[in-house]
Nanobody, 125 residues
């Protein structure tokens, strides 16, 4: 089992920045990938960004490219720097952890085995 703990959410205004953090503990994956997903009010969960340790590759949703940056902090922790926030970024943000395998699609929530409880980000206009 693995446990994920997110932190850093809050309420900000349009154009502000926030930094989310996620730390994993427990089970260790040999080839991990960690990601951020979000679920806006009354909408489906959507992919935001992912980081794969093998090859140090990052992946982003088109809606956040150029504004959000995912980074790692050691072997089992990631951050999400969110700049130029917009009201449409308002959502519950979840951290996820999975094991990379052949054909892994970072944008697919089904690739991830463990999830955090979520941290709320609210952006007002």
């Amino acid at each position: 089992q693995a446990q994920l703990v997110e932190s850093g959410g809050g309420s900000v205004q349009t154009g502000d920045s926030l930094r989310l953090s996620c730390a994993a503990s427990g089970r260790t994956f040999t080839n991990p990938i960690m990601a951020w997903f979000r679920q806006p009010p009354q909408k489906k969960r959507e992919f935001v960004a992912a980081f794969k340790w093998s090859g140090s590759r990052s992946y982003y949703a088109d809606s956040v490219k150029g504004r959000f940056t995912i980074s790692h902090n050691g072997a089992k922790a990631i951050n999400l720097q969110m700049n130029s926030l917009k009201p449409e970024d308002t959502a519950l943000y979840y951290c996820a952890l999975g094991q990379v395998a052949a054909g892994t699609e970072p944008e697919d929530y089904l690739e991830y085995t463990y999830w955090g409880q979520g941290t709320q980000v609210t952006v007002s206009s």
